[in-house]
RNA sequence: GGGCGCAUAGCUCAACUGGCAGAGCAAUGGACUCUUAAUCCAUAGGUUGAAGGUUCGAUUCCUUCUGCGCUCACCA
């Protein structure tokens, strides 16, 4: 591959269309430092000036690299020495350079680009004079072009012998330590550009994201999915999808409050309707909730929906796309994730809320589901939860309905029950916790619904959709009474929706796959700002 | 929002029971044309997160505030 735009070989000296001032940009800035950090930008400053005083403009553009340094890498390999001597090339590298070993008329360069890393090995009477004087106004962190053959050091290492070298941006700060780096997670996702140059894995991290949106599009593209794009901004009404609180904003020109959404669900089923029969939205997410570990008001959501699909059929779907991700991205369907490995080899076992939340309450699925004994079962549960806060969510799911006790039931007691070494998948939900799911038909009590558990988090949420518009109706009535009753994550009525319902709605499966969380079960990261790079942070002063 | 913890040089970390704030890396000056955290000599760099308080004396003890981490609650 060769790569650039003309500029291949080193500019000359000469004048510059404009005239930087270094120092005047930098002295109200340096006022606010303490004095080394003053001390280390103002030499830094006086360097870029010497560059200009020899022709070369520290913050230049036009001259690009003809190579990568995995070129070189893939050129060569492990050949030897006097191999590479028999052809050694031209190359032309560029990238920042990370470590410098100077030798007073040599040195050694660490350069990396977005290829990965070579060393560039400067020497006085290869680079001439001018090139050696550059080199002086080196500091660690610059970016720099070198040209010249490929050779192999005495140590071994693969090494580009530079006859052209040049400065092509000055770095006016210094990095953090070469050896330790930076430590502080604030820093780190503060200045995550400065985390992605030095700190190991947070690049990979970042790329392995990206395989998996990037793998996810590609099995539903080959599957005939058709990608959209919905809105952002919601008008109060629209706002459902989930049980969420949204941001508010507003639209200056309209005067329109509006809110960020908090689920693409209600608008990719409009879709449904128009006769997209399989659609899929990749797409950011707002929901206005506390941060932790495993939430960021900020995060984003592949949903997909197929109709003609069941969940049943949503399921095998599911096992297929997570096995594939987990094989592209890591290598592996066996991944480990904070030291418990996770086999992604389907199929993944079927597990029962309803089951398990009535066991956990010591009733049968019938008495659960009618509440008859739950009174009792609850109290029984808080007795022996002693000051548990487990025991007081049950007591009030039980005030609002059976169903919602059976589910936080299954999630107080049954749910860390759930295997650990592959994905779950927990079926047989209470009617009451799904204002959007069909009803099953063998017990309408309960809806055609699945989520995915993974490391004890909750990966996909998936459900036959409802299409009956009376009972869609009913639905956004009773999340309406729940509003009113207090219940601030209860969906507004989407009477558009319901509209779009009475036109008919093919049978339709959906799913809903939290990509953050997924993207922290691939890299190993144990917290979702170690996927996202630029997670939220309170302002500093 | 509750509980626990952390904050010292640009970075990584020390500083005993309250007694002169130190080191390594980075920087600056010097030596060095096969290094891998290069090496060697020398120099400089601090409002100890902020504001109060106790004390002869506070990086150290107390209070409040700010930011971050863990955790609980909420949620995906």
Redesign the pocket.
């Given at each position: 591959m060769t790569r650039g735009c003309g500029a291949a070989s080193l500019r000359p000296p000469g004048r510059f269309p404009h005239f930087i001032r270094v120092d005047a940009r930098l002295s109200r800035m340096a006022e606010e430092?303490?004095?080394?950090?003053?001390?280390?930008i103002a030499?830094?400053a006086r360097?870029a000036e010497a560059l200009q005083a020899l022709g070369v403009n520290p913050f230049g553009n036009g001259q690009a690299p003809r190579h990568v340094t995995a070129e070189l890498h893939a050129r060569y390999g492990e050949a030897p020495a006097d191999e590479i001597a028999r052809d050694p090339g031209d190359w032309s590298v560029a990238g920042r350079v990370l470590?410098?070993?100077?030798?007073?008329?040599?040195a050694?360069l660490?350069v990396r680009d977005g290829s990965g890393e070579i060393?560039v090995?400067v020497?006085?009477?290869?680079v001439g004079e001018r090139g050696f004087e550059i080199f002086k106004l080196l500091?660690?962190g610059d970016v720099v072009l070198a040209e010249g053959p490929a050779?192999r050091?005495?140590?071994?290492?693969l090494?580009v012998e530079a006859r052209a070298f040049t400065i092509l941006t000055k770095a006016l700060?210094?990095?953090?330590?070469?050896?330790?780096?930076?430590?502080?997670?604030?820093?780190r996702?503060?200045q995550r550009y400065v985390d992605l140059i030095v700190t190991p894995g947070v690049r990979e991290t970042f790329r392995r994201r990206a395989k998996i949106v990037s793998g996810i599009r590609r099995f539903l593209d080959e599957r005939g999915y058709l990608e959209v794009e919905t809105p952002t901004l919601h008008k109060p009404e629209e706002a459902g999808g989930?049980?969420?609180?949204p941001f508010q904003t507003h639209h200056n020109a309209l005067d329109l409050d509006l809110k960020l959404r908090i689920a693409t669900e209600l608008h990719l089923k409009r879709l449904v309707v128009g006769g997209f029969d399989r659609v899929y939205e990749i797409g950011r997410?707002f929901?206005n909730?506390?941060?932790?570990?495993?939430?960021?008001?900020?995060?984003t959501?592949i949903e997909f929906y197929q109709a003609y699909a069941t969940q049943q059929d949503l399921m095998a779907l599911t096992e297929q796309l997570l096995h594939r991700l987990a094989v592209e991205v890591t290598g592996s369907a066996r991944v480990t994730f904070q030291g418990q490995e996770i086999d992604f080899t389907p199929p993944y076992p079927r597990h029962s809320m309803l089951e398990l939340g009535a066991r956990a309450l010591g009733l049968s699925p019938d008495d659960a589901l009618a509440g008859r004994g739950l009174a009792e079962a609850v109290a029984r549960a808080a007795a022996r939860e002693n000051e548990s806060?487990?025991a007081w969510?049950l007591e009030?799911a039980a005030q609002r309905s059976p169903g919602e006790a059976i589910a936080i039931a299954f999630e107080?007691f049954a749910e860390g029950e759930l295997p650990k070494d592959r994905p779950a998948f927990v079926v047989d939900f209470p009617l009451e916790t799904s204002p959007l799911s069909r009803r099953r038909d063998a017990d309408p009590r309960l809806v055609d619904r699945f989520?995915l558990f993974a490391a004890g988090?909750?990966?996909a949420?998936a459900f036959s959709e409802l299409n009956d518009p009376a009972d869609q109706r009913a639905r956004f009535e009773a999340q309406v009474k729940a509003r009113a009753q207090g219940d601030e994550?209860a969906m507004p009525y989407d009477e558009d929706f319901v509209r779009a319902l009475e036109h008919g709605m093919p049978p339709t499966a959906g799913e809903?796959i939290?990509i953050?969380?997924l993207a922290m079960l691939l890299t190993d990261s144990?917290?979702?700002?170690d996927v996202i790079l630029f997670?939220?942070?309170?302002?500093?002063?």
């Open positions: 430092l303490g004095s080394t950090e003053r001390e280390i030499q830094r360097k470590a410098v070993r100077s030798f007073g008329k040599a050694f660490r060393q090995w020497k006085k009477d290869k500091d660690v050779t050091t005495k140590t071994g290492e090494t700060r210094p990095l953090p330590e070469k050896w330790h780096g930076l430590a502080d997670v604030e820093q996702y503060r989930a049980a969420a609180r997410i929901r909730e506390g941060i932790d570990r495993r939430h960021n008001p900020e995060f959501s806060e487990g969510k009030q107080v989520e988090m909750e990966l949420n994550e809903g939290g953050d969380r144990p917290s979702i700002r997670p939220l942070l309170k302002s500093r002063e």
